[in-house]
Every structure is written in structure tokens, then in C-alpha cells.
């Protein structure tokens, strides 16, 4: 629900249509499409064909026929890394994206970045705070997310944790390339919460503290085992209290 969240009534209906078309690996009938999603032909074919660039980006084909449609992908493509992929080009997840590595830009120079009017934006931002951020008791104002600080962390990582596959890719994709969460800083977290980690938990901080650890430390370097005690990191520290035991 978290991911979905991010998608637009049309962006859902896209994503419906190609995951189904996926899932079949065989043509589909273009008529059974538009009678279970209630569309007409030329509407039909309007959504298919506005996702053709995004495929092929992915170098995935749509075939049509006067009658059906299919779509030509291997075994080894994946549709849940085609959906990330389409979800991170949301605006939404830009918004968000850009609150966290460059908080406190303004509504012009947002408008600007996204390609998107004024008008627009607004719009978004306001679904944004009802339809994702209201649930974790935040708002986005002036460029950035207000609320508590535990609350602020804690989308993070649920945020992160939603997008994030490929560490590398997500790194510049966030905006942090030079951070990583070594044994020590491992060892260190152990120390803090009195209790060992599980590996799923260490890939999960792994992936989460580049993001999540050094909001004042932004280019600085590496991550040393004293900036756990020293730095402010309630939502990964109470995360990590939370999931330190596991398979």
C-alpha cells in the first residue's frame, strides 16, 4: 500500500495493464482489456502507448495486432524492478527525494526542477500530506518534512527501505556516495541496544545508513562507530532496538 500510495489513478491503471500483460507472457485480447477496465478502444490503446518510451527504456516491446496486444520481455526482466523504476519517476517520490537531499526548496524552484506548474504542484503536495504523510504525523512545508524528529526518521526509513535494490544505484539515486555502515559501526549499534544483530537486520541498516544516519554530515566522509553515540539517530537506534532479533 506504501508504494501504491505514490500513483496516480492513471499511473495505477498503467501499472495494472502492464503487470497483467506480464504475468500472461501470451497475447491478450484487446477487447477482454477494455471490458475488465472499462475503456474504450482508442483510451485503451492511448495508456499502452504512453507507456511505450518507459519500456523501452527497459528494452521491453509492445506487439500489437488488430485484435490483441502482448508484451515481449525475458525470464530474466523483472516487473517488480520495472515498477520501482516507474515509481521513482512519480512526482511524489521526486518530492520526496528532493526533501531529503535538498530540503528547503522553494515552490519555484521545485516547479522548476519537476517541469511542473505551480498549480499543479500544490496539488500534489496537498495528496501528499492527506494520502501518504498524514499517517505518520507529518506535513511537507517550505521544501521539507516538519514533524517530530523520531517521525521525520522513521518515514525515511520506510521510505527507503520501499525504493531501495541495488545499494550503489540507490546511493546516487539519494544523493549519498561516499557513506557506508562498516563492522565497526555495526559493533557499535550491538553495544548501544545490548544485543546482536540478525543478518536480515544488518543488510536492512546496511542499506538504511547511508540515508537515514547522517543528515548534518552530508559529504563528509565515512561514518565512524563514535557517531553513533554522538550523533541524533532515535528513528534508526529505536528501528534497530525494534529488529535486532531475527531469522
Not at 474504450?40 to 502507448?49: G, V, Y
Not at 535538498?102 to 519537476?114: E, F, K, T, Y
Not at 541495488?166 to 559493533?187: P, S
Not at 537506534?237 to 529488529?243: E, I, K, P, T
Request: net charge neutral.
Amino acid at each position: 500500500m506504501f508504494k501504491a500510495a505514490f500513483l496516480t489513478a492513471k499511473e495505477n491503471l498503467q501499472m495494472e495493464l502492464i503487470s497483467e500483460l506480464w504475468e500472461t507472457q501470451l497475447p491478450i485480447s484487446l477487447q477482454n482489456l477494455m471490458l475488465k477496465h472499462q475503456l474504450s478502444k482508442s483510451a485503451l490503446l492511448r495508456q499502452l502507448h504512453q507507456l511505450a518510451p518507459l519500456l523501452h527504456q527497459e528494452q521491453l516491446v509492445l506487439v500489437f495486432t488488430n485484435q490483441t496486444v502482448q508484451l515481449d520481455h525475458t525470464p530474466e526482466q523483472s516487473f517488480q524492478i520495472f515498477y520501482l523504476k516507474y515509481l521513482q519517476k512519480t512526482d511524489l517520490f521526486q518530492i520526496l527525494r528532493l526533501s531529503l537531499m535538498q530540503p528547503g526548496l522553494s515552490v519555484a524552484a521545485l516547479s522548476q526542477r519537476l517541469h511542473m506548474g505551480t498549480a499543479t504542484l500544490y496539488r500534489r503536495i496537498h495528496y501528499l500530506n492527506q494520502s501518504i504523510l498524514n499517517e505518520f504525523q507529518l506535513q511537507y512545508q517550505q521544501g521539507e518534512l516538519v514533524g517530530s524528529e523520531l517521525q521525520i526518521r522513521y518515514f525515511y526509513e520506510q521510505f527507503i527501505l520501499a525504493f531501495a535494490q541495488d545499494q550503489v544505484g540507490d546511493r546516487q539515486l539519494f544523493g549519498y556516495t561516499n557513506v557506508t555502515a562498516d563492522q565497526d559501526v555495526l559493533t557499535a549499534i550491538e553495544r548501544f541496544i545490548q544485543d546482536d544483530l540478525s543478518e536480515i537486520s544488518r543488510g536492512k541498516i546496511r542499506t538504511l545508513w547511508p540515508f537515514i544516519a547522517c543528515d548534518e554530515m552530508r559529504g563528509s566522509g565515512p561514518i565512524s562507530a563514535p557517531l553513533v553515540r554522538t550523533k541524533r539517530l532515535p528513528g534508526l537506534l529505536n528501528w534497530c532496538a525494534q529488529h535486532s532479533i531475527g531469522p
